[in-house]
């Protein structure tokens, strides 16, 4: 099977955020859509290091084979299909989804009050920009899923309280000029 684009960019997203150190082992979960599509999507294989993930390790999941692929936890986390797939549908600019529980965020998520002030130049761009989920009720499977899509909304961001975030977004084609 030849690889795309799209999972060369994305394994190199993985490698990026190890070498920033933004990731935690193998507990954390990327996917991009395919081109033109809200149900096909890749998502990183379970138990491979961000360090290491290869284009190659990235599985494709699609509405033929998704229910083949819950029940196979060892290939791909089930939380990760769920949450993954229920955003990419119900959640239009949510093409790509980065969930991590990096130590920032997942310390920002754990405070009584998570928002992030406008206290200097980096934090500004956030203000009012980032939604917080704090009904998490357990793993993501479908009814999490569900209301975790609903909490993004038309956000960019969402910290997750207790738990770390989920950054969306489109993927860049390389043929589009950005202005």
């Known amino acids: 099977m030849e690889i795309t684009e799209l999972q060369?960019?994305?394994?190199?997203?993985?490698?990026?955020t190890a070498r920033l150190n933004m990731?935690?082992?193998?507990?954390?979960?990327?996917?991009?859509?395919?081109?033109?599509?809200?149900t096909d999507f890749y998502v990183n294989k379970a138990g491979v290091h961000f360090s290491q993930i290869k284009a190659s390790d990235l599985i494709l999941v699609t509405k033929e084979n998704i229910n083949d692929l819950k029940n196979k936890p060892e290939?791909?986390?089930?939380t990760a299909i769920n949450i993954h797939g229920t955003i990419h549908?119900?959640?239009?600019?949510?093409?790509?989804?980065?969930h991590v529980h990096s130590k920032y965020a997942t310390a920002l998520s754990t405070l009584k009050n998570p928002t992030l002030p406008p206290i200097d130049q980096n934090?500004?761009?956030f203000y009012n920009r980032v939604s917080i989920f704090n009904e998490f009720g357990g793993l993501g499977f479908e009814e999490e899923s569900s209301k975790m899509a609903t909490a993004l909304g038309n956000r960019q961001h969402m910290l997750l309280a207790n738990h770390g975030i989920?950054?969306?977004?489109?993927?860049?084609?390389?043929?589009?000029?950005i202005q």
């Open 89 to 98: 549908q119900k959640v239009p600019h949510a093409k790509c989804i980065f």
């Open 123 to 125: 934090t500004m761009i």
């Open 75 to 78: 290939l791909i986390d089930p």
């Open 8 to 16: 060369k960019d994305l394994a190199a997203t993985f490698r990026w």
């Open 23 to 38: 990731h935690e082992g193998v507990a954390n979960h990327f996917s991009a859509c395919i081109p033109g599509s809200s």
């Open 166 to 177: 989920i950054t969306t977004g489109q993927p860049c084609h390389p043929l589009i000029k």
